[in-house]
């Protein structure tokens, strides 16, 4: 059994691996947008903080959305990754910040919408992260937050988990720590963001087929997933060259049957959670 924890050490080392594999994961997510932004009901010029904005695919897609006159601020605790987003626009409306959001406080409250596509389930103390949030939001003010369903749903990142447990054995996630799927259950999250002080907390599903890596094919796709998903590439490396081939020689057999006309589109499960403080 590896013992090696699964660290999300987004400030560091996550972060600078995210940025390197950015269009990618960009173009792999990309879908959740529409929906998400759609939650958000941008229906005036208003201001809008994103949380956890990473290389700023999802800030863009807000300002071509957003009613002219809006402004829109990402922040981001990845140096790298505020720099990258910074570097890929120039509009005085898209202002991007490097800050942990789980404490950055501020001295009165500037927002009108939070959002967050899968940026929000890495705080340390994340009752103590969504009371701080609350703040940033006027009276009115609502939020929209995209977070990961269960694995069983999300076929797309079980089966690379699944893959590299059988080369290696992983150690066993621990509930409610720092990960993709902490808020998998949605009824969970819903009473954290109750507790934290939001009202009218509500959820629904989405669900779609995300290409992995934005469009490659079964092997690309593997070589893709365990470069870039969690630190699999790193634990992959220390047990040695062969234990990697034969973990991608696996993912892609069972990526394979998901390839349609090159490209691999697997299933997902999305909770997108939205709230107002009153
Ligand atoms: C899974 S990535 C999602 C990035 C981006 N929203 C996207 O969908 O492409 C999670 C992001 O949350 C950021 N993050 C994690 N904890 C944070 C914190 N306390 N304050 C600000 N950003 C944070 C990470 O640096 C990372 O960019």
């Known amino acids: 059994m590896n013992q090696k924890k699964i660290q999300y ?15 990618c994961m960009e173009a792999m997510l ?19 903080a994103e949380i956890g904005c990473g290389g700023g695919g999802t800030t863009q897609a807000l300002r071509a959305q957003a009613p002219k006159g809006s402004v829109i601020h990402g922040f981001d605790i990845s140096k790298t990754l505020v720099e990258a987003a910074r570097a890929r626009t120039q509009y005085d409306d898209l202002l991007f910040e490097h800050a942990d959001v789980s ?12 959002v967050s596509r899968f940026g929000v389930m890495f705080f340390k103390e994340p009752l103590v992260a969504f009371s701080n949030l609350r703040t940033w939001l006027r009276e009115g003010g609502t939020f929209a937050f995209a977070v990961w369903g269960a694995p069983s749903e999300n076929v797309w990142a079980k089966m690379v988990r ?6 290696l054995g992983l150690a066993p996630s621990v509930p409610d720590s720092p990960g993709p799927f902490r808020y998998a259950d949605v009824d969970a999250f819903v009473s954290l963001l109750e507790e934290a002080g939001f009202s009218d907390v509500t959820h629904r599903s989405w669900r779609g087929a995300l290409p992995v890596g934005g469009g490659f094919v079964a092997e690309e796709a593997a070589r893709f997933a365990l470069s ?18 034969r973990a991608h020689h696996t993912l892609t057999e069972r990526f394979a049957p998901y390839e349609r006309d090159g490209i691999v589109r697997i299933d997902a499960l999305v909770h997108l959670v939205t709230g107002a403080v009153s």
């Open 9 to 23: 050490d987004w400030p560091s080392g996550r972060g600078d691996k995210w940025c390197e594999h950015l269009v």
């Open 30 to 48: 990309q879908a959740v947008d529409t929906p998400l932004i759609e939650a958000l009901s941008l229906d005036t010029p208003c201001r809008v």
């Open 103 to 114: 404490t950055k406080r501020h001295s009165q409250a500037p927002y009108d919408r939070l």
């Open 162 to 167: 699944d893959v590299v447990d059988e080369v």
């Open 228 to 245: 870039s998903f969690s630190s699999f590439r790193e634990l992959l490396d220390d047990a040695g060259a062969d234990v990697y081939a």
